[in-house]
């Protein structure tokens, strides 16, 4: 008998999360250049040669070409391989932690929207409308399918994450963006309202920590903005998969 546990389970789950990430990098690279998504094909961005398929295997290729187009010598940029082989274990960590059903399909999905959001805000400085909105969308259906969410507590969550960061993009004055406004709704209607709170706590703690070693190494100045997506999806992440536990920590250590 073949349970939930079974390697075979785990290894399809991997193969998912890396054709999925493959997908993630050709969406991350066409949204914010306004290019279609179904074609044409990929290719080089340095020499404009169109890729083949055996140029197109997630990680793999990346290893066997090392790093560089084969007839360019264009370097490829690590972000490639790490977006395919994260979301790799994004799936085989939601189908270990769950199985089948709601909770998986729910961090998996949200999972891939903010490593697409994160990779977009981290080199444009943008979080694309068509990444968040459908989100939105998406996060409403898998929690109304959810019992451990439920579609009133997603409706809040959308109300609580994008209304926190309204209200800080009003006193910040610009600190936020409305990129990040909708991301955070985007991940309160998978989190719900509680979720969404430990996702953005998560998110600012690592946002200032982050921020606050740069600044003392004299990467940044004070006045330089830093892309907040990124650490917005880690939040996010981190919330889907450790929720409970985060909450359980933050009690602990603040109310004995
Ligand atoms: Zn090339």
């Known amino acids: 008998m073949l349970t939930r546990d079974a390697p075979v389970f785990l290894v399809l789950a991997a193969l998912l999360g890396l054709a999925v990430g493959s997908f993630l990098n050709v969406l991350a690279w066409r949204l914010p250049r306004g290019l279609s998504l179904l074609g044409p094909g990929s290719f080089c961005p340095s020499c404009e040669r169109r890729l083949t398929w055996w140029e197109l295997v997630p990680v793999l290729s990346y290893l066997a070409l090392r790093g560089r187009c084969r007839t360019c010598r264009a370097r490829i940029s690590p972000v490639y391989p790490a977006v395919e082989a994260g979301t790799a274990v994004l799936f085989a960590g939601a189908w270990a932690r769950w199985g089948p059903g709601p909770q998986a399909l729910g961090a998996a999905v949200l999972g891939s929207l903010l490593v697409a959001a994160a990779v977009v805000d981290a080199r444009h400085r943008i979080i694309p409308d068509a990444v968040t909105l459908p989100g939105l969308g998406l996060g409403l259906l898998v929690s109304a399918l959810n019992p ?69 190494a004299g990467r940044k100045g004070r006045r330089d903005l830093m892309a907040f997506g990124p650490f917005l999806a880690a939040g996010g992440i981190a919330a889907a998969f450790w929720g409970q536990e985060l909450v359980g920590w933050y009690l602990r250590v603040f109310f004995g």
């Open 148 to 216: 451990e969410v439920g579609l009133l507590r997603a409706l809040a969550g959308v109300l609580a994450g994008g209304g926190l960061l309204l209200g800080l993009a009003a006193l910040t004055n610009g600190g936020m963006g409305g990129g990040d406004i909708k991301l955070a709704a985007m991940m309160g209607a998978f989190l719900g309202w509680s979720g969404v709170g430990v996702a953005l706590l998560v998110g600012f703690m690592s946002g200032a920590l982050v921020g606050g070693v740069m600044m003392l």
